[in-house]
């Protein structure tokens, strides 16, 4: 009470009217006096009896000279708090230095080549001790250098994935391809890979030992407590902008398992630059660097204004100074610009989906049946060639619409990079359904039986920008159009002929691109996909290569047995 009677005016922090900026506003006759003296590049604020002081380091410390000497009430104290702490805190030696990194090597476990860039994100990660924000631009690996992460440090099983449900079988894809199995004595087992449970049902129920469990957002809340009794020691959170909100159940269940005492490593993976969208950013380097950021009322306090509708959103001239926080301590991202010459022209990744296994095996019943009816009753050879393209064909729509929901949660998950993305597909039904399901992304299209002049003027809205989505019928947009405003294509369907493919992407790739372009290949667990993804793109990480464009389409006749063949034995092994 003495010290309030005594007092000669208040600190408070502010988000000053004038300069639009956050400072310290100090108020009373005598302190504004003092003040004028002693911190000449202060200003007056609203009145004679206010001014307003630069929150910088050398003001602070002249604040707090004048506190040490003259009682002031402390308004925002927390704020004052933490300000002092960093200000006359003794400075360490960050843990973490982006341009220092080194191209680490990846531990035995791990099975596969990195580039030099991705070398450098595994030293990254093993400098900050794997609890880190990995926020490369899509297409640059992210997966693959948390994979060579889990193989190089220690104690990293059993490992917790997180993701979209239309990513988890590519990660379950991923493991198998690029981690070998490590027995219980230390051995590396070359020829096998790590167990993997892929959790598919909320019901709660004990799990099984494994490597690696597999799980989707939505039902983490659910299973939260089984995944809690495995004792979890690595926590991987794929597209992690989808924990940017601090009141959903995910975001609770992944705090909670975060927290518990058996994790060592948080690791947070995504291609959006999320803080430039505002306080998102603040749940999620929560759970990796919990306190990095201080409280959310402290982040907010400095980097955040309130906006009319009373969110918190990051002051424009504050963004450098929380990215370069990000980056000195939990976030390393680079762009496709920044390690172009380490890149291919075209890169090729083959991304595994669900698919609705139950009506793909059903209708390739049918079309086996009645493959059989026409071949009995075909006359000539001409007859069972064309029933055998028919029944080729029919194979290839059942596979596109068995996957179909899976593509279109992937198109919206590669729409919010917001990049301007082709997605090809072969069948009018699936071009029907995807132009109804992507309408909110307002696409262009581009099918068969199109004018001339419809057709140019939905390609000149594209390449202007005016949409960021085109549909593209592969065999009608495959040829004698140009599309190099955008640099990634997506194959909702797979056709059988690498040339088609090849030529597609080449809408993109041609003179006039100036980036990488990327091709996803989108293969529907269990069907005819992965065969045909093999005919068109090489096995290796990077799919790079398509295979010599001489390779036959299934008009020539000894293809055309193969792929039957393949048909019935999925039929047979159901």
Known sequence: METSLESIGTLEYVLDRYSKTWAWKITGERAVNMVSRVIPNAWYGESTNEVIIPDTHETVKQIKMILDRYPLVVVSKSAWQRKISNTLAPKIQETVVRNKLKQAKAGEQFRGKLLNFQKEGLDFLLKSSGNALLADEMGLGKT?????????????????????????????????????????????????????????????????????????????????????????????????????????????????????????????????????????????????????????????????????????????????????????????????????????????????????????????????????????????????????????KSERQIAGIAKLPHVINFVKNIMEIEESVVVFCHHKVIHKMLNESLSDFSPVSIIGGQTDSVRNDQIQKFQRGDSKLMIAGIRAGNVGINLTAAKYVVFAELDWSPAIHRQAEDRLHRIGQKNAVFAYYLIGSGTLDDHVANVLVDKSYEIDEIMDASVESFEDKNKAALILAQIQDKINSR
């Open 144 to 392: 693959v250098q948390t994979l060579a992460y889990a193989a190089t440090e220690k104690q990293t099983f059993p490992i917790l994935v997180v993701a979209p449900l239309v990513t988890l079988n590519n990660w379950q894809s991923e493991v198998a391809k690029f981690l070998k199995k490590k027995s219980r004595n230390g051995r590396i087992m070359e020829n096998a890979s790590p167990t993997v449970k892929l959790i598919r049902t909320g019901k709660k129920e004990d799990l099984p030992k494994a490597d690696i469990y597999l799980i989707n957002y939505e039902l983490l809340y659910k299973r939260r407590s089984n995944l809690a009794d495995v004792k979890i020691r690595t926590i991987v959170c794929d597209e992690v902008h989808n924990l940017r909100s601090k009141t959903t159940q995910k975001y609770k269940a992944v705090k909670e398992l975060a927290a518990r005492q058996s994790v060592l490593y948080r690791i947070g993976l995504s291609g959006t630059p999320i803080y430039n969208h505002g306080s998102e950013i603040w749940p999620i380097v929560n759970i990796i660097r919990p306190g990095l950021l201080g409280s959310f009322k402290e982040f907010c306090e400095y980097f955040c204004y309130v906006n009319t509708k009373g969110k918190a959103i990051v002051l424009d001239n504050k963004r450098i100074s929380l990215r370069n926080e990000l980056q000195k301590h939990v976030m390393l991202r680079r762009k496709k610009s920044d390690v172009l010459k380490e890149l291919k022209d075209k890169v090729r990744y083959k991304e595994v989906i669900d698919a609705d296994r139950e009506y793909y095996l059903e209708e390739l019943d049918k079309v086996w049946a009645r493959l059989t009816e026409e071949q009995k009753a075909a006359k000539d050879e001409f007859a069972k060639s064309a029933s055998y393209q028919r029944a080729i």
